[in-house]
Each structure stands twice: as C-alpha cells, then as structure tokens.
C-alpha cells in the first residue's frame, strides 16, 4: 500500500513539475513602447488578442512610451528571456533609432530575438489640397522649380514618413524642407492648414482624411495598389520603378528565448494572421497582414538594416540629444 501511494505521489509530482513548465503556463505581457492609441498600440492589442486565442493564457498589453522607444524596449531587453515579456517592435522603434543615433544603447542584432513578422503598412503621399499639384511627377516638377521652398510634416525625427520623404528626395533629386513634430496627428493638422505643402503618413493615419478629400493622395509607396485607396498609384508604377517603403511590426523577446518558446509564439502568430476574420480586420483599418515566421522574419530584419542604413548615411541624417 505504501509502494502504491509513494508511486501514485511521484506520477502527480512529475503531472505537475511538466505543467509548470509547459509554456505558456501563466500570464504574458506585451509591451508597446509608444503612446495608446497609435499604429503600433493598435497592433499591440490586435496580437495580443490572437496569441491569447490561439494560447489559451492570458495576455496583457502595456504601454512603455519615452525616449523615441527606448524606455519600453530597455525594459523587454532586461527582462527573463522566458516567453513572459514580448515587445512589439517594427520599422520606427528597431531600425531607424539605432542606425541614427550614434549612442543607441542596444545591438537590435544581438539583444533581440525576432519572434514573428506580423503585418506592414504603407505609405501614402499627401499634399495639402490646395497645392496645385495632382500627381508625384508634377509635384516633383514643382519641387525642382523651387528647391528648398515646399516644406514636408513627418510625424517625428526618426519615423517611418520622415524616412520615405527623404528617400523620395534621394531618388528624385528634390530639395524639400523637413518639419518634424511631436506626433502624426499635430502634423496632419498643420498640412489641411497649409502650414506643410505635404507628408507621407502612414495609411491607418491618414486613411479618413484621404478618403474624404481633406488631404490630396498622390501616389502610395509599397509595391502595390491599396485596396483602401483603389485608385491612387504606386510611386513604383508611375514614377519611381522599385521604390518601396512601408512600416511593419514584428514581436520581439529577450536575447536567449528558448528555441522550442520562440517556435511556439511564432506558431501561433503565422496561424492567428492567416485567419480570415484578422484579416479583414486589419485591412479595415490600413493594415496588410504578412505572417513570416521566425527565420524569415530574421532575414527581412537584416535587409532592412542594410537598406535603410544607406539611405540614412547618403542623407546624412543623425539625431542629436
């Protein structure tokens, strides 16, 4: 009877030694190093609803916004790297910070293990609606004719819109004046002003004014036409071949995430993009669902490190404290 109890004892101590450590077995948190209410929030709940369902645990979103995204990031990259403390990262938060700032605290390389490509965003060129410009060929026409007089909003000094302008001055040979401010929303404003002559907001951002004629859409920078806006081109098709600029996200861990962890996320995640009912909710609001898994992810990562760091040294761009 004792032999029976004793063995009854070890089958249950070893049930409960294999749930403990099945992941996930308790609580997760995303963090989203910038402000409620932005692309990159708005991603963070979406994700976090679709590993919730597709894991069975509970996940959780934090904002950690400061420090152009380094205060939420700090925080992911000091963490355990045991699956229990994400970040969700992207184009404006991982690539070009670092390759602007001298000092960047981190290696995005080495310190941050790619999990999941999620979904990109392009986009999109606006002019104030008054400007007497209606495609990228004229505008740049206009531009040439008066060099440094047409004056571009970006949403910030390291943003994705900031980055495609000058990559549109770069291969068009415009000189154009950046104004940056602290937020998408303030510049869009002070565009519908006049204030700016144009920008190249991301599409989630500028989708309802574009849609009803408060701003003027020119030309959309990713490769393809946006279901969105049907009937505004491509740079790519009418102006620039191969021109191609678009935010995206992408989940993030800690440095030394387990192998068999970092499958299991990037599992889930691949699944919950392909689903029907994500997708339309996020083409809904701007947002092209991708799904590259963790080694893709890795690849794509690098290429856009490598882009974009010859963008950025050509222009001779570098932020300043």
Known sequence: MKAL??????????????????????????????????????????????????????????????????????????AAPDGYTLLIGGFGGQIIPPLMKDDFPFDVRRDIVKIALTAEFANVL?????????????????????PGALN????????????????????????????????????LTDLRAGTTQLMFPQLPAVIALATSGDVKPLAV??????????????????????????SWNVLLAPRG??????????????????EPQLQEKMRRIGIEPVGLASAEADAFFEQELVRWKRVIDTAGIKLEH
């Open 5 to 78: 109890l004793l063995a009854l004892l070890l089958v249950a101590g070893s049930a409960s030694v294999q749930a403990a450590d099945r992941y996930p077995s308790r609580t997760i948190k995303l963090v989203v190093a910038f402000a409620p209410g932005g692309v990159a929030d708005i991603m963070g709940r979406m994700i976090g609803q679709a590993l919730q369902a597709k894991l069975g645990q509970t996940v959780i979103v934090e904002n950690k916004p400061g420090g152009d995204g380094l205060i939420g990031m700090g925080e992911v990259v000091r």
């Open 257 to 274: 995430l387990p192998d068999d962890i970092r499958k299991t996320l990037s599992d889930a995640l691949v699944e919950a993009v392909k």
């Open 152 to 187: 571009f909003g970006s949403s910030g000094r390291a943003t994705s819109d900031r980055l495609a302008a000058e990559l549109f001055m770069l291969e068009t040979g415009t000189r154009m004046v950046n104004v940056p401010y602290k937020g998408g929303g303030v510049a």
């Open 221 to 246: 920078t990713s490769r393809y036409r946006l279901p969105q806006l049907p009937d505004v081109p491509t740079l790519s098709e009418t102006l620039l071949p191969g021109f191609h600029v678009s």
């Open 126 to 146: 606006v002019v104030n609606k008054d400007l007497a410009v209606n495609s990228a060929k004229e505008l740049v026409d206009y531009a040439k004719a008066r």
